[in-house]
């Protein structure tokens, strides 16, 4: 049974900075690519960052880029994404997953978390 189960949204304000998490079980976490995706309030959920099972590339979307930092910890079925500098357009539920090799795509696609709320204010 997959579980993801994520943490550390939060309310603050443009140009603040939080620190999500992710709990992961029932794959095998250290050989899976690992994303967050996010989901805006009226629209569609959105890939954000990806990272490779070693953690030795990343990859994010250009709204993020610079601002936001994907990294893992397989020791602990973990992943984190630091969010800086943030914008009132990055309020949204975030959720992590894994992903189908080759494409930013969730490789469990009815297996989704309950996500975590980020809220950013002007």
């Known amino acids: 049974q997959v579980q993801l189960v994520e943490s550390g949204g939060d309310s603050v304000q443009a140009g603040g900075s939080l620190r999500l998490s992710c709990a992961a079980s029932g794959f095998t976490y250290s050989s899976n690519y690992m994303g967050w995706f996010r989901q805006p309030p009226g629209k569609e959920r959105e890939g954000v960052a990806g990272?490779?099972?070693?953690?030795?590339?990343?990859y994010y979307a250009d709204s993020v880029k610079g601002r936001f930092t994907i990294s893992r910890d397989n020791a602990k079925n973990a992943l984190y994404l630091q969010m800086n500098n943030l914008k009132p357009e990055d309020t949204a539920i975030y959720y992590c997953?894994?992903?189908?090799?080759?494409?930013?795509?969730?490789?469990?696609?009815?297996?989704w978390g309950q996500g975590t709320q980020v809220t950013v204010s002007s």
């Open positions: 990272i490779y099972p070693n953690g030795r590339l990343t």
């Open positions: 997953s894994p992903l189908r090799n080759g494409a930013f795509a969730p490789l469990f696609p009815n297996d």
